[in-house]
């Protein structure tokens, strides 16, 4: 049973960089959300796409960053001109809109960001 | 905006204790999740409780949603040193496209032998 990926797990960039996220959902999942998780907090939504279409986004996301799922399967993040603040970690999560399913959320093992 | 309160924040306890976490809101959520997280690592889901009043157990959890869907607790009976790590609550808003979930700042939970 193949969870949700994400990669890479690491990256360290240099401000004013851009960098690219990957997550790869749960094969049959056609929900997919991508959230923060900063030191010592919960979780913060960012965005969320059903199949290709992205249906809302935080007011978090400002627009250096950009989200895309382009067949409805797998989805990338990305961040341009990093700053300091956008060192977190970066999780993916999927569901599938199915009966009981649509509550549940699988994530994946993150992307932690660290912006030098 | 939906909050959503955990508490304890941290908790030091012995083998076998019995311990509670809660999860208060003042919003009402169509479903309330539970992740256990360790450091470095996404959350990994525990259970989901949808209906107002309702008990969950699973092995040495019990989980229980408010009868308003307002809050939740997590009951851990006899802690093991395995149960050690981040405690997080979630609540769901379910809307035509999805389940955005709020999270609560988590409970770090350490169990010493």
């Known amino acids: 049973d193949t969870g949700v990926s994400q990669d890479p797990r690491h990256k360290i960039t240099k401000r004013g960089q851009n960098v690219t996220f990957r997550c790869d959902p749960i094969?049959?999942?056609?929900?997919l959300y991508w959230y923060r998780q900063t030191l010592g907090q919960g979780p913060e939504f960012l965005t969320y796409?059903?199949?290709?279409?992205?249906?809302?986004k935080s007011r978090l996301l400002s627009d250096r960053f950009s989200a895309e799922r382009p067949k409805g399967s797998f989805s990338t993040l990305e961040i341009q001109r990093t700053e300091q603040g956008d060192s977190a970690m970066y999780l993916c999560a999927s569901s599938s809109s199915g009966t009981f399913s649509p509550y549940e959320q699988y994530f994946g093992p993150g992307t932690r960001l660290t912006v030098t | 905006t939906q909050l959503l309160e955990q508490s304890p924040q941290f908790l030091s306890i012995q083998e076998g204790e019995n311990l509670t976490v809660y999860c208060n809101s003042s919003s009402v959520f169509s479903s309330l999740q539970w992740y256990r997280q360790e450091p470095g690592e996404g959350p990994v889901l525990l259970v989901t409780?949808?209906?107002?009043?309702e008990v969950k157990k699973l092995k040495r959890l019990t989980f229980q949603f408010g009868d308003a869907r307002k809050d939740s607790s997590l009951h851990i009976t006899a802690a093991q040193p395995g149960d050690t790590g981040l405690y997080l609550c979630?609540?769901?808003?379910?809307?035509?496209?999805?389940?955005?979930?709020?999270f609560g700042t988590g409970t770090q939970l350490k169990v010493e032998l």
């Open positions: 094969s049959e999942h056609n929900r």
């Open positions: 409780v949808v209906t107002g009043g």
């Open positions: 796409f059903q199949n290709e279409a992205q249906l809302e």
């Open positions: 979630a609540g769901g808003i379910l809307t035509g496209g999805g389940n955005k979930l709020t």
